[in-house]
T-cell receptor, first 119, second 116 residues
Framework: AQSVAQPEDQVNVAEGNPLTVKCTYS??????LFWYVQYPNRGLQFLLK??????LVKGSYGFEAEFNKSQTSFHLKKPSALVSDSALYFC?????????????????FGTGTKLQVIP | DAGVIQSPRHEVTEMGQEVTLRCKPISGHDYLFWYRQTMMRGLELLIYFNNNVPIDDSGMPEDRFSAKMPNASFSTLKIQPSEPRDSAVYFCASSSRTADSNQPQHFGDGTRLSIL
């Protein structure tokens, strides 16, 4: 079984300060990890993913995430927060399971963390 | 790229009525997912399709829920009869197929369903 934990329901940060949104995961095998952002009345929007290679992944809107295998974490970061970054952020994990018909995609999403950037 | 298109964006109906939600995935995507989002339960995967074939419907809450994908460009999620506890935002998502499943999902903007 696979699971994702986002330990903080909400994160508050002042505009211009660095931000971190935490995510830990549990999978059997190698993980593929994703971050999505959801703005009000919109669907989830892909930010970045870790597949393999460099542990620091860069994505959209200046966000990056650091994969830490020993701590099974994939925290989302940004050096300087903007008020427009205020949104709901979801971490997700997937392991490729191959069935006779080919790739089988089942992703597990975290419960989401609300990021509030204060002007 | 028009993205995933869902209709209607909002639906308000009375308990007992049939509700049909529609989704047009991104052209060329082989996987289609239906999710439900509520404050209490968060984001729940209801069902997903691969090449128009339902693969896993274990998340469908009851027999009142059904989903179809008659072709690669259209899917429906139907609730009959609807109940107030079905009120939620329903999302459709699609993704392309790769052998190692590393492609992200692309979400529509959802249908906000209110059952009175």
């Amino acid at each position: 079984a696979q699971s994702v934990a986002q330990p903080e329901d909400q994160v508050n940060v002042a505009e211009g300060n660095p931000l971190t949104v935490k995510c830990t995961y549990s999978v059997s095998g190698n993980p593929y990890l994703f971050w999505y952002v959801q703005y009000p009345n919109r669907g989830l929007q892909f930010l970045l993913k870790y597949i393999t290679g460099d542990n620091l992944v860069k994505g959209s809107y200046g966000f990056e995430a650091e994969f830490n295998k020993s701590q099974t974490s994939f925290h989302l970061k940004k050096p300087s927060a903007l008020v427009s970054d205020s949104a709901l952020y979801f971490c997700a994990v997937r392991v490729a399971l191959f069935m006779n018909s080919g790739g089988y995609q089942k992703v597990t999403f975290g419960t989401g963390t609300k990021l509030q950037v204060i002007p | 790229d028009a993205g995933v298109i869902q209709s209607p964006r909002h639906e308000v109906t009375e308990m007992g009525q049939e509700v049909t939600l529609r989704c047009k995935p991104i052209s060329g995507h082989d996987y289609l997912f239906w999710y439900r989002q509520t404050m209490m339960r968060g984001l729940e995967l209801l069902i997903y399709f691969n090449n128009n074939v339902p693969i896993d419907d274990s998340g469908m809450p009851e027999d009142r829920f059904s989903a179809k994908m008659p072709n690669a460009s259209f899917s429906t999620l139907k609730i009959q009869p609807s109940e107030p506890r079905d009120s939620a935002v329903y999302f459709c998502a699609s993704s392309s197929r790769t052998a190692d499943s590393n492609q992200p999902q692309h979400f529509g903007d959802g249908t906000r369903l209110s059952i009175l």
